[in-house]
């Protein structure tokens, strides 16, 4: 019987990516792999050919060969015709396992060795507010927090002093267990020592045999200039002791800033509006602005300023994060319009109305000069 394409095979094309062409594999080894299809010879060959065709294509040189001269590139190599007799699949077959299903938590039988359980503590995390001030300048902070450190009598490992934790003998040391069921080899976590290969037999009567104990600690941190609001500082070390004398996990700072009342921020950029006068804007003016550096800028309000325009001050803003370069402030302009007038300022408000040119007011004259038009039509 002649071998089918591999490509045919697998379901997928001569472009198919090494993630496509293993998603291919899984799916059909999954459908057909012997253990779901007892007794099923047609199941078990049509397993054995996608695992053939996936050991061949999954290998960048092999399929390069494979793509040239076809199965007669492993003819006496493992390819051969007529079957599947000349591929190597008992030494073949765990790779390719190991491979598609590493992920899922199975294991190939007596492969892999135990790798100890991760003994390392927990990450904290502490919510810290700063002003924007604070966030201009740098700041630095001294928090106070509960967490667990290391046992000192026992100095982390668990066991009373002068004893030592003992092997398990449930799994021999190697924190797993594992159990064959036909290609499968089922790896699981051992329930007598939690994965750890050890068991303590005589508990550290401080910590009771947790290597660690519930304190509570204080430490400093310096918030650079230019946080921002969400921004994230770890402390290295500064969490949870770990399990047994494992290493401790980090300390998290999340920072937030509050609103400033004059200022608003805008990434590295601050802005705020500025009210000024009819008669500043009309006639132009000069004012000292406030910075957030805490001093103050002398800007020109040139005559004729309509309100909204924006005024940018380079340099002005707040400090790039880990970098010696300021944004700018930009000030909008609000023309402030008098709720009440004494009588004086209404005659002379009359007056500049009698005097005033519409063409002076180009932007009057040309909203209304489009309404005409629009009436008209």
């Known amino acids: 019987m002649a071998k089918r394409d591999y490509y045919e095979v697998l379901g997928i094309n001569k472009s198919a990516n090494k993630d496509e062409i293993k998603k291919a594999y899984r799916k059909l080894a999954l459908k057909y792999h012997p253990d779901k299809n007892k007794g099923d010879k047609s199941a078990e060959e049509k397993f054995k050919e996608a695992s053939e065709a996936y050991h061949v294509l999954s290998d960048d040189k092999r399929k390069a060969n494979y793509d040239q001269f076809g199965h007669a590139a492993f003819q006496g190599a493992g390819g051969g015709q007529g079957g599947f007799g000349n591929f190597d699949f008992s030494s073949s077959f765990s790779d390719i396992f190991e491979d598609v299903f590493g992920d899922f938590g199975f294991g190939t039988s007596g492969r892999s060795r135990r790798s100890r359980s991760n003994n390392r503590g927990s990450d ?42 003992s092997v398990c003998s449930y799994c021999d040391g190697q924190g797993k267990v594992r159990s064959s069921q036909g290609f499968f080899t089922i790896q699981q976590t051992c329930p007598q020592c939690s994965g750890e290969g050890e068991k303590i037999s005589n508990p550290c009567n401080k910590c009771s045999g947790m290597g660690k104990m519930q304190s509570d600690e204080s430490v400093s941190v310096k918030i650079p200039k230019g946080v921002d609001d969400g921004t994230r500082i770890r402390l290295a070390g500064k969490g949870e002791a770990g399990n047994k004398g494992g290493i401790n996990g980090d300390l998290y700072l999340f920072v937030s800033v509050e609103p400033h009342n004059i200022f608003k921020r805008s990434e590295e950029n601050l802005y705020y509006e500025l009210p000024v006068s009819i008669a500043d804007a009309a006639l132009g003016t000069t004012v000292e602005v406030p910075s957030i550096d805490g001093g103050k800028t002398k800007i020109k309000i040139p005559s004729g300023t309509q309100s909204g325009k924006q005024l940018r001050l380079k340099g002005k803003g707040m400090p790039i994060l880990r970098r010696n370069v300021f944004g700018d402030l930009y000030i909008r302009i609000i023309t402030e319009v008098p709720t009440s007038l004494t009588k004086k300022q209404k005659e002379l408000l009359e007056e500049f109305k009698t005097l005033e040119d519409t063409k002076s007011n180009p932007l009057i004259k040309t909203f209304f000069d489009k309404a005409k038009k629009f009436w008209k039509n």
């Open 124 to 165: 904290l995390r502490y919510d810290i507010s700063i002003d924007l001030n604070d966030a201009f300048t740098g700041t630095e902070k001294k928090i106070n927090y509960t967490t667990y450190k290391k046992c000192k009598t026992c100095s982390g490992s668990g066991a009373k002093p002068g004893s030592k934790p």
